[in-house]
C-alpha cells in the first residue's frame, strides 16, 4: 500500500491506494477518470501518515481492499499541509496527460 500527496488543480489530495507505484498505468487511468490527469505527486511515508491520521487513517485503510484502486485519506487542503512538513515527503514526481 502507498499514501501519496497529490497536488491537482482543484488542490491537494491524500490517497491510500493498493497500487505499489504511481507509475502504474492502471492507477494513473482511474486518476484520469476521476478527472485528475495531470498532478504533482509526492509518496508520504505510511508510518508518518498512520501516525498523523491516528483512527481516521485505520477506517479508510480497513475499507481499502485489495480489489479497490484507492481511497481518499483527506482532501482538505489547508489540514494536509498544517500535518505534513515538505522535508517529510518523497521527491516530486511531476504528471501530465500524454
Known sequence: ?????LLTASGPLLI???HESLH???LL???RHKGIGK???FEVPLSLAKARYGGHFQA????LQETDDLRVLDFDGQRIFQLFRFDELGAPILK???
Open 29 to 31: 487511468d482511474v486518476l
Open 24 to 26: 502504474d498505468q492502471k
Open 96 to 98: 501530465e496527460p500524454s
Open 16 to 18: 491510500l491506494t493498493s
Open 1 to 5: 500500500m502507498k499514501s501519496l500527496l
Open 39 to 41: 498532478f504533482v505527486a
Open 60 to 63: 479508510v485503510e480497513s475499507n
